[in-house]
């Protein structure tokens, strides 16, 4: 009976030395499909799909422009439920999936910056980058919902491309045949273009004029322009809209610690939305600046500010009339850092 007991215990000591390592590589592996829910993850059980990923060269502002080495970067995985605009304005559901592939995080982190209105705002904060496809389709991410994030590496170009399978329907959405940028923090993904070859990094193509320790910092009215037109103003908040509060820890950048006190507000977009309007183009490809009335600004891409689906929002933050840093201040909920949290809001510009 010993024996035959020892006997038990000297294979099943091997089966686990022979198998244990190899199926922690493998579910491990992103290639790795769990056909049988051997595991927790609900995102390894369907077939993986290598996807072919375009040379990208990278170009504009920075002193080092060249070709990408995806070799030397990691892969990242993300999850997303797409969904496209249609002309009626209602979203068009068309598919679940998981996308590994290189984040842009990665990608530009070893560009050298050298920016064309430094000596004006040396501040990378307005900077964003445009990446275009071989049809010259664009889709627009700012510096800051790259770096500045406190979920990183959620926008990637995808190398390779897997189904998210409900269950009980089964329903295979349609594997996209070609590599694509891929912004998970979108609600409509109309920024996933495919086949992306470009990176340019740009500054935003407007002059403020800057004026450092300006006191009283005050701006009675925010200005609104579209396409460089005057499109509106905001003076007070309407009566309709509800606050909002954030707890937060507020961290600078260079300060660090500002205060752990919750932001109370009113969402922005809700307040900018009849003056930008949504659009194909606009989630795509729109860009905005959010000026101070020193001069200091931010890029912010319109899907950043209208197209969330983490409930991360800007919000407009009303002070008191007269208050230094008022009337109009912003604090932007999704951001790691506290940077562009702008005080004295005194203009948003919008382009296409």
């Known amino acids: 009976m010993n024996v035959r007991l020892s006997v038990i215990l000297i294979v099943i000591s091997v089966l686990i030395f022979s198998c244990g390592p190899d199926l922690d590589m493998n579910r491990n592996d992103l290639n790795y499909v769990d056909t049988v829910d051997a595991t927790n993850n609900f995102y390894d059980n369907t077939e993986v799909f290598k996807l072919d990923v375009k040379d990208l060269t990278i170009s504009g502002e920075i002193e080092n422009p060249g070709k990408v080495d995806f070799s030397s970067l990691p892969v990242h995985s993300v999850i997303v439920k797409e969904a496209l605009l249609e002309p009626s304005g209602e979203n068009r559901f068309t598919g679940a999936f998981r996308y590994d592939g290189y984040?842009?995080?990665d990608i530009l982190n070893k560009c050298v910056i050298k920016?064309?209105?430094?000596e004006e705002f040396n501040?990378?904060?307005?900077?964003y980058v445009e990446v275009e496809n071989e049809?010259?389709?664009?889709?627009?991410?700012?510096?800051?919902e790259i770096y500045y994030a406190n979920n990183l590496h959620r926008i990637i170009i995808a190398s390779s491309v897997s189904r998210i399978v409900p269950s009980k329907t089964n329903e295979l959405w349609t594997i996209p045949g070609n590599s694509k940028i891929v912004s998970s923090p979108d609600l409509i993904t109309e920024r996933n273009i495919e086949n992306p070859v470009r990176i340019t990094v740009r500054s935003y193509p407007e002059s403020f004029p800057t004026t450092q320790g300006l006191s009283p910092l005050y701006s009675e009215k925010i200005i609104l322009y579209r396409n460089g037109n005057r499109a509106g103003e905001i003076t007070s908040i309407p009566d309709t809209l509800r606050e909002v509060s954030y707890n937060t820890i507020f961290y600078g950048r260079g300060r660090g610690i500002h205060t752990t006190w919750p932001f109370t507000g009113y969402m922005l977009k809700e307040l900018l939305m009849k003056y930008y309007p949504v659009s194909n183009e606009a989630l795509a490809h729109g860009i905005m600046c959010i000026a101070a009335a020193d001069g200091y600004r931010s890029a912010v891409t319109y899907s950043e500010l209208f197209n969330r689906?983490?409930?991360?929002?800007?919000?407009?933050?009303?002070?008191e009339k007269g208050e230094d840093g008022g009337l109009f201040r912003i604090f932007v909920a999704g951001d790691y850092f506290s940077d562009r949290a702008i005080k004295s809001v005194s203009s948003v510009h919008f382009v296409l």
């Not at 920016?115 to 430094?118: C, P």
């Open 103 to 105: 984040s842009l995080f």
């Open 115 to 118: 920016k064309a209105n430094a």
């Open 123 to 127: 501040s990378i904060i307005d900077l």
């Open 135 to 144: 049809n010259g389709d664009k889709a627009v991410f700012s510096w800051g």
């Open 309 to 319: 689906n983490d409930q991360q929002e800007y919000l407009l933050i009303p002070y």
